[in-house]
């Protein structure tokens, strides 16, 4: 196995202008260099015989499908030689080391690192208390607090019927008693009837103690098993978190001035899981140890694509948010001139906002692509702002409804609150109908058909979404095709419910039409635009009780 896994260009490249900033890794598209990598990369994944991975490409492979993120980095040596550094997000086929790929940042899996020994050690504490919360001794000792409770009260209770029916029966001796003996007989009588309530109590009283005393020990007997187990949960627990610490520890990133930060400093203790094991934290993590120079970069999914998430088989993804964007931007990246954020940018700034209707009560506007519908994080710019300043003295919360940034089209606008109010219950009633037109990157088999796929917001890389049945929101998407032309299918989608990124995940995901929509930088390809239109807007006027319809040609 090499120990150099630093690769120069197997062809001429000198032709090839190096890029003058490093790519910004949340969204970029590939270089030329490193797209030459990519398919170097990926020719020797399609030919490879040096380990055993089930990607889903093959048919009868055994294995769990597992397809997985590859990524390049284009650096040059201290010579100023040209080349290239592979690596593989997470581990690839049970290890993390392979010939060509640049290590792990730290390696969990080494057989004697301190890691698997204290693996080793939690693993035996769980063991030990599986075995005693499944333990027969913990079972008969939980029955039997709870058979000596049972069975105290069934006594206590007999023996309180008992004095009950012994205590009729002396009052019943006392009245029949009280007219047929004389004074001195019924005073004795009285006597030796008090003694024998005295003695009922007594014993009343002795069996009380005497269950007090049976239930106190079973509930002791079970309280030691217990204190054992939650001995064991806390030993657990404090070598968790001492692992924890030293993993922090042992992840320590470098960057081009030597800084090391460990991961435990960049999350303030607290990563998501997988931190630091991603593609990009690894190819920098080797070019800073070796003193390579980072020209470009870039990753892309190989394999199957997941059943919750959208990856296509080859397709360039950025890194993911969640973990390594703080990472590389708070850190890693620190010393490099990097690409421009384009989040940091307003596309929309020199675009106006075109209305298509307008009466005193509504309006409906066609929103360009790549124009906010509300105030972002970043940038406030939107159309919710341009018509707050466009209708200054309006009452209501104007916008309706809204459409994603890429998104163009439609939207329908309320100029006061009754408005907003009557046309949002045709919204939530679903008797709004819309009509989107969309430009698919491929052709489309079938004619028509109902998409249902659950959504929810990817935690770990927002604003993705992935399809999850377990905690998805409802969505269902009527589509049918209209024309196919150039390899491309143009398809009108009627939304029956309204999900964010509904068509774009249900055009490409596997389960849907397979298909992304074109431009979908996201779920697809980048192009000049997202090609998905708002086109038709039907609805009931809250004044007139007419039905009108708006319709808007796509730009595409």
């Not at 969990?108 to 599986?130: C, D, G, P, R, V």
């Not at 992840?251 to 990563?271: T, V």
């Not at 006027?541 to 040609?553: L, Y």
Request: glycine residues 4%.
């Amino acid at each position: 196995m090499p120990t150099n896994p630093f690769q120069p260009f197997k062809i001429d490249v000198s032709a090839i202008p190096l890029p003058e900033k490093f790519t910004f890794p949340f969204y970029y598209q590939p270089h030329k260099l490193s797209a030459i990598a990519s398919e170097a990369l990926q020719q020797y994944l399609k030919t490879q015989s040096d380990f055993e991975h089930n990607f889903g490409l093959q048919k009868n492979q055994n294995g769990l499908v597992i397809g997985k993120m590859f990524g390049v980095l284009v650096c040059q040596d201290k010579t100023g030689q040209l080349g290239y550094l592979w690596a593989f997000s997470g581990k690839l086929a049970e290890t993390n080391h392979h010939k060509y790929f640049v290590p792990p940042v730290f390696d969990m899996l080494e057989h004697n690192s301190f890691y698997k020994k204290e693996e080793n050690i939690l693993n035996a504490i769980t063991l030990n208390l599986e075995v005693l919360e499944q333990s027969e001794t913990l079972k008969n000792a939980t029955k039997n607090v709870q058979k000596v409770q049972i069975d105290a009260e069934k006594d206590i209770q007999r023996h309180k019927e008992t004095i009950k029916t012994q205590k009729a029966i002396r009052d019943a001796i006392r009245s029949a008693a009280q007219n047929t003996v004389t004074f001195d007989a019924y005073k004795s009588l009285q006597k030796g009837l008090s003694e024998e309530s005295k003695k009922e109590s007594i014993l009343f009283k002795k069996m009380t103690i005497y269950w007090n005393y049976q239930k106190g020990n079973a509930a002791a007997e079970l309280q030691k098993i217990r204190s054992e187990i939650q001995v064991l949960k806390e030993l657990r627990k404090q070598k968790s978190a001492a692992l924890q610490q030293q993993l922090f520890d042992k992840y320590s990133f470098l960057n081009l001035f030597g800084i090391q930060k460990s991961i435990g400093e960049i999350f303030k203790n607290n990563p998501p899981a997988g931190a630091g094991e991603c593609a990009a934290p690894k190819l920098l993590q080797y070019a800073f140890t070796h003193q390579l120079k980072p020209i470009a970069m870039a990753e892309f999914w190989w394999g199957q694509s997941p059943n919750s998430e959208i990856r296509k088989h080859k397709h360039f993804y950025p890194a993911c948010k969640s973990k390594c964007e703080p990472i590389l931007m708070d850190h890693m990246l620190d010393g490099l001139e990097v690409d421009d954020n384009p989040f940091l940018e307003n596309p929309s700034e020199v675009m106006q906002l075109d209305i298509v209707y307008e009466d005193d009560i509504l309006l409906l506007i066609n929103k360009p692509p790549e124009f906010l519908s509300v105030p972002g994080k970043i940038i406030t710019d939107s159309v919710l702002e341009r018509l707050k300043q466009m209708y200054p003295d309006a009452t209501g919360p104007l916008l309706v409804h809204r459409l994603d940034m890429s998104t163009s089209g439609l939207l329908l606008v309320a100029k006061n609150k009754e408005t907003y109010v009557h046309l949002q219950k045709q919204f939530m009633k679903r008797t709004i109908k819309k009509r989107y037109v969309a430009l698919l990157d491929g052709i489309v088999k079938q004619k028509e058909g109902i998409i249902n796929l659950p959504l929810r917001v990817d935690l770990e890389d927002r604003p993705r979404q992935l399809v999850c049945y377990e905690y998805g929101k409802p969505a269902q998407t009527k589509w049918e095709v209209i024309a196919i032309k150039n390899k491309q299918t143009r398809v009108y989608f009627y939304p029956i419910t309204g999900r964010t990124h509904q068509l774009r995940v249900h055009a490409s995901h596997e389960l849907g039409l397979k298909i992304p929509i074109l431009g979908d930088d996201l779920y697809g390809k980048k192009a000049n635009r997202l090609h998905l239109h708002a086109e038709r807007l039907t609805f009931i006027h809250p004044t007139t009780r007419e039905e009108i319809t708006i319709s808007v040609d796509a730009a595409f």
